[in-house]
């Protein structure tokens, strides 16, 4: 099946389905190119000094190579070009062209339950499944009084941006910054997080059966695995630090502060 060929398809053609469009799903398969390139390579060698003899067992490497790849989008982006339109229509041009007797055929009609959700109530107006579950895991649903094929509206997709800190912070230097715990600005002092000091604290804290008191914001909530708990400083300060010491700040201070959190929310928001 070539590109230009395709491209009827591609470009959101209304007439009916294709009679070769379980041909576009199935992807033919993949054997390797080991054997092929050998026969390209252009011998230089002696033909005294090559193989007599020729291994039955394909050139192949990995797993399942043979295996066919369904491109099973390109039946969502159909079905989506037919939202508007009567389910029975759409089912019928579909069954058309794809005969349960051939395999490839009967892929593209079995794919159906999976990707359309036909048994659907309507609760005060609002979609819901059989069970009354308002949420939908299929993209396509057939209106139960009308018969019209549906699409589910998509989710809005967010922008992951980063970890989301626990305690809200200023940074002010490389050893200093603001950090609000439990709704009070405190200034904080860093230092770096080594694994002697720490396991040298956490074999104390066992031998005298108490918690290990070694961060100062973190207090109990630190790990007495060494790796565990430089992963939980680390997502939250951002390097491997620990604070050695806080004061809290003054009124006018934290009005400056808060100033500045404001700021780096809203440029955060905004990126």
């Known amino acids: 099946m070539t590109v230009r060929s395709r491209q009827k398809y591609f ?33 230089t060698a002696d033909s005294e000094d090559l193989p007599t003899r020729e291994a039955m067992t394909p050139r192949v490497r ?28 759409v089912h019928s041009e579909i069954c058309a062209v794809n005969d349960n007797r051939v395999k490839t055929q009967w892929d593209v009609r079995d794919q159906l339950p999976w990707k359309i959700h036909q048994d659907v109530i309507l609760i005060d107006g609002v979609a819901h499944d059989s069970k009354g579950d308002k949420l939908f895991w299929r993209d396509f649903w057939v209106h139960p009084e009308t018969g019209v094929l549906m699409e589910v509206p998509r989710s809005k997709r967010y922008r992951w941006k980063g970890w989301r ?15 609000q715990v439990e709704g009070i600005w405190y200034l904080v002092t860093f230092a770096p997080f080594k694994r002697e000091e720490y396991e040298a604290a956490v074999a104390l804290g066992r031998a005298e059966r108490r918690p290990v008191l070694y961060d100062k914001v973190f207090r109990k909530g630190l790990s007495w695995s060494f790796d565990r708990a430089r992963d939980e400083l680390t ?17 006018r201070e934290v009005k400056k502060v808060v100033a500045q959190w404001d700021a780096l929310e809203a440029a955060r928001e905004a990126a």
């Open 165 to 179: 800190k626990t305690y809200n912070q200023v940074p002010l230097s490389d050893t200093q910054r603001y950090v």
């Open 11 to 43: 470009h959101g053609d209304n007439k009916r389905m294709r009679e070769d469009f379980h041909c576009l799903i199935k992807e033919p398969a993949l054997v390797g190119a080991g054997r092929a390139r050998i026969k390209k390579v252009r011998v």
């Open 235 to 251: 997502r939250e300060w951002g390097s491997c630090v620990y604070v050695v010491a806080k004061r809290q700040i003054g009124s």
């Open 62 to 89: 990995g797993w399942n190579l043979k295996e066919r790849h369904d491109r099973w989008g390109l039946l969502d982006r159909w079905l989506r070009s037919r939202v508007g339109q009567l389910w029975d229509d």
